[in-house]
């Protein structure tokens, strides 16, 4: 079983922390479909330290989603300990993880996320003094490298342990793939053989054979699923339930998958308002649309549209439409 610190979860599936989608309405939805650990988005540590109020609300962890990590970013130890603490003290979430993977250039210019991958000195400097700073585990998730000729997981994890990180999530790619090409597994192999404290590992698991294959493959503690599970939180439940007991449980009908859309969205207006919460579904409700024929219409309407109810009855009239022609097929056999 996965075990971070003292924190035990109940089993090795951890939701990825996903920038613009980990919030507690996502989050819970994961948890409720059986996920062991949920990982919030990450925050910049000077955006706590200057109290903005949009990056404080990120802050917040509903009881129902423990146990969960909250995930922090910067370039400079000093405001990294600072954050790392006000996380510590001022919110309830288990676990303290520092991002050390995002890929995207406006983190990686402000030294921050996968720019770290280059210098294991800096990495065990900045988790040192997070660590020291704090009573909560603190945890890393990074990236194999920074391109082909700089990969350093191996050298990055054991800093990660020197200076008392209770955890490592390795993403098998670098920051140069970004999100391109095949994830290597067998680094991750390389990482967890080259450290005592647990690795998770994550990349390119996109089923729940993949799961498995990753943990038998690579001896990895746990394994982070991210962008599998968009639209597709069935995807964590149905690995957790293959992972136990070997069995594939059925893929959900599409009626089904409107109805957590819906729970989603819901708890996104109850979290945002209306009008936030309707803009940012429209990127959900088109991965929970994923791979039901002629979907697009139903997509390019949803984009027009600004009030819940609309989108409920477009999302459902589309569903209508398709049980009609299921049934209208079975009974022309």
Not at 57 to 76: A, C, H, N, T, W
Not at 126 to 154: C, F, H, Q, Y
Not at 187 to 201: D, H, Q, R, T
Not at 220 to 246: F, H, K
Request: proline fraction near 4%; aromatic fraction near 4%.
């Amino acid at each position: 079983m996965l075990k971070i610190g003292d924190i035990e979860m109940k089993n090795q599936v951890v939701l990825a922390p996903m920038a613009g989608v980990c919030n507690p309405a996502f989050r819970l939805i994961a948890k409720e479909f059986g996920t062991g650990l949920v990982c919030a988005e990450m925050v910049s540590d000077k955006a706590i330290l200057n109290k903005n109020e949009k990056s404080l609300k990120m802050l917040y962890v509903d009881e129902r989603e423990k146990p969960l990590s909250l995930q922090i970013f910067g370039g400079d130890k000093e405001t990294m300990a600072e954050a790392a603490r006000v996380v510590d003290q001022q919110t309830n979430a288990d676990i303290i993880d520092i991002n050390m993977g995002c890929p995207v250039p406006k983190i990686t210019k402000c030294d921050a996320g996968a720019k770290w991958l280059l210098n294991p000195d800096k990495i065990y400097e900045m988790v040192k003094v997070a660590v020291e700073s704090v009573d909560k585990p603190v945890t890393v998730k990074m990236r194999m490298g920074w391109d082909e000729d700089n990969i350093l997981a191996v050298e990055n994890a054991q800093a990660i342990e020197a200076a008392g990180g209770q955890a490592v999530s390795v993403h098998g790619r670098t920051r140069v793939q970004m999100y391109e090409g095949t994830a290597n597994w067998d680094i991750l192999k390389e990482v967890k053989e080259s450290v005592n404290i647990p690795v998770i590992g994550n990349g390119d698991v996109k089923t729940p054979q993949d799961a498995k294959a990753m943990l038998d493959q690579t001896g990895v503690d746990g394994v982070m699923i991210g962008r599998a599970a968009l639209g597709n939180p069935w995807m964590l439940y149905r690995t957790i339930q293959y992972l136990e007991s070997g069995t594939l449980t059925n893929e959900p009908s599409p009626r089904e998958k409107m109805d957590v859309c819906m729970i989603h969205m819901d708890r996104l207006i109850h979290l945002k308002g209306e009008q936030v919460a309707v803009r940012e579904m429209r990127k959900h409700a088109a991965w929970y649309l994923k791979g039901m024929r002629g979907n697009s219409k139903v997509r390019n309407q949803i984009n027009q549209l600004h009030k819940r109810d609309d989108v409920a009855a477009a999302l459902y009239d589309f569903v209508d439409s398709l049980e009609q022609q299921e049934t209208a097929k079975a009974s022309a056999v």
